[in-house]
Every structure is written in C-alpha cells, then in structure tokens.
C-alpha cells in the first residue's frame, strides 16, 4: 500500500504544503479581522404582544346583557390574523415613509424598483415570529439602537390601529344598516300615523276601550229606558188620577230613548257621530293601524337602543392587541458576531487548504497536456 492511500501520506501532504497552509490561515485571518472590522453593528429592539379578542368591541359585553364570560385575549385565529397584519405592505410602507427609510438605507426613491428595493430591505431587518407562549415578538434590527426601539414601538402601534380599523369597518357598516333601516321605518310609521288618524277620524274612533264601552252603556241604558217608559205607560195611560201632562212626558221620554236607539243602531244614520255600526265597521280597521303603528314604534325603539349601543362601542378606543413588553433600548448589538465570523473563516480556509493539497499531490504525476490531446 503506498503513502497515497494512506494516512501517513495525507500527513506527508500537509507537511509539505504546511507553508502554503499557514500563509492562506493567516491572509484568512487579517483579511477577516479587517472585514469584520468594517461591517456595522445591528441593535435588535423587540416588542411583546398578545391579540385582544374583538368580542371586547361586543356591545352586548359591554353593556353588560350576556351572561357569557368575557375573554380578554384572542384565539387562534386572532393571532394568525394579528401576524397577518403585521406583515403586511400596509404596516412596511407606513414603517418606510414615517422614518424616511429610503435616505436611512440609501435607496433612490424615484428609481423603478425603489419602491421593492426598501420593502426587501426594510423585511430583512424586520420580524415578526410567534413564541412558545403564543405571543407574538416583533423585532427591528438598525445601525442605530434609538431608531430601532421607535421603529419597533411604531410598527406595533400601527398594527394595533389596522386591527381597531377593521372592527371599527365593520361597526360603521352595522350603524350604516340601522340608520337606513331607521330612516325608513321612521318613513313607514308617518305614513300608519297619517292613515290611522284619517281612520280615526273618519269612524269617530279615538280610544275603542272607552268608546266601546260607553257605547255599550249608551245602547244598554236606552233599551232598558224604552222598556221601563212603555211599562209606565200601561199601567198609568188608563188610570184618569194620572194628570194627561204626566202621560205625555213619560211618552216624550220613551220616543227620546228610541231615537237614541235608532241613532246607536241604525246604519242608515246620517250625522257623524259614532254609533254602533260605524263602530263595528271601523274597530277592525283602526285595531289593525293601531297595532302596526305600536309594533313599528316598538321596533324603532329597540333599533334605536341598539344602535346606540353600536355607537358607544365604535367610539370607545378598544384595543387590538394587549401590550406585554414594549421596545427598550437595545444596550448590547445583535449582530454581527465578530469572534465567530473570524474563527469560522480560518477554520473554513484552513479545512479547504488541506483539500486542495491533498487534490494537488494526488494529480501531480498526470501530464495534462497528454490528457488535453497536445503533443
């Protein structure tokens, strides 16, 4: 077996490539130092937050008419939509034009792809994760630590003020409905009102309780008047002790009772006053009006109740997330890690010199020009 397929000869290599060896370790490792040297230093500052449920934006909740325990953080889904906003081109484009990232990052704004290039930019120093707590860290990397914690800060507030948006878009549509349903029911009870008082009016009907029942009294008392005159009548018309002015009163009483009876009984009645056909003939009616004018009135009430409710929660400030850890100054830099940068390097030009002394000693005896068809 010879050296070259063994470790003695890999050791053999390296001795005899040793200079060469060293030569590339150290032109790695100044070259590194150097490297490393000029890069910036990154400050990462970091916010914590959990998402509100949007049931706190629930005027039910609110007022205290349901009986369901209130959840202050949100689920699942809360959180997968909070993640969702905090990514958005909303949130980075905000982020862009509030701290002018296009001078902080030296990107020419008025370039075709500038508006790419910052976004690509802004991302890459930019990141919003899920921990095991299910919480969500947003974090901000930048030369200048100050700047970091304003921007992290900043972006956590514009995330919750999306998230308070899309509640408050969909209160504002709820309040949009019960005012054009309002409107119109408010419509729809002038137009009951009006007929129900041409009704009323047109019948004599004002209150069919006490009407009813007086007309009831009225046709019971003349009736048993008729009754009571004409029975007076025969057992005093005949007695000659009865004076004749007697007679003709009682007589005069009976046909008073009578006409007051026609007048409560008769359809055929002329005058407007309220009788007991005209009474039956426009109850119906007027019930019917006075119902759906007290039921649209009810309704009105109740939607007016609600939509008041709705405008109390649209204008209490709610809000989309609950704050746990705001961002702090970053003290220490994030990055880059000189010391691991170097020592990685060496070890890298190190490992990789040995491979190519080892590919050199092992092809040194090919004559290339031969493989290469020169003569």
């Not at 590339?24 to 890069?39: A, F, K, M, Q």
């Not at 309780?209 to 005949?238: F, H, P, V, Y």
């Not at 409710?309 to 649209?314: G, K, N, P, R």
């Amino acid at each position: 077996m010879s050296n070259r397929d063994n470790l003695l000869g890999v050791f053999s290599s390296i001795y005899r490539w040793r200079k060469a060896i060293r030569n590339i370790c150290l032109i790695t490792l100044i070259g590194s130092i150097v490297i490393t040297l000029l890069l910036d230093n990154y400050y990462k500052a970091t916010t914590i937050f959990y998402p509100a449920s949007p049931e706190l934006a629930n005027p039910e909740l609110i007022f205290g008419y349901t009986s369901k325990v209130t959840e202050y953080f949100g689920s699942d889904r809360d959180l997968d939509r909070l993640v969702e906003i905090s990514v958005s081109n909303e949130v980075v484009d905000y982020m862009v034009s509030k701290f002018g990232l296009y001078d902080h990052y030296d990107i020419d704004s008025t370039s075709k792809e500038g508006p790419h290039k910052v976004r690509k930019r802004f991302r890459k120093l930019y990141s919003v994760l899920k921990n095991r707590n299910d919480a969500i860290e947003l974090s901000i990397e930048d030369t200048d630590p100050q700047l970091a914690t304003a921007m992290a800060n900043a972006a956590r507030d514009k995330i919750n003020a999306i998230g308070q948006r899309l509640i408050k878009s969909s209160q504002a549509t709820l309040l949009a409905t019960f005012e054009d349903n309002m409107t119109r029911k408010k419509t729809e009870l002038t137009i009951l009102g009006d007929s129900l008082n041409t009704l009323k009016k047109f019948y004599n009907i004002y209150d069919a309780g006490s009407q009813g029942g007086q007309l009831a009294e009225n046709l019971t008392k003349a009736e048993s008047e008729i009754i009571r005159g004409k029975a007076r009548l025969e057992i005093l018309e005949n007695n000659p002790l009865i004076p004749q002015d007697t007679i003709q009163y009682i007589k005069a009483d009976v046909r008073a009772y009578e006409r007051e009876l026609s007048r409560l009984t008769s359809p055929s009645v002329k005058d407007d006053r309220l009788n007991l056909e005209r009474f039956n003939e426009g109850l119906p009616k007027v019930s019917i009006l006075a119902d759906l004018h007290f039921q649209g009135r009810k309704q009105l009430s109740y939607d007016l109740e609600r939509y008041n409710q709705i405008m109390a929660a649209y204008k209490t400030d709610i809000p989309a997330l609950q704050l746990v850890e705001t961002a702090e100054t970053p003290r220490i830099k994030s990055r880059p890690g000189r010391t691991i940068i170097v020592l990685a390097s060496v070890v890298a030009a190190f490992f990789f010199s040995i491979l190519g002394a080892l590919i050199a000693d092992a092809y040194k005896d090919i004559n290339w020009r031969e493989v290469r068809g020169e003569v």
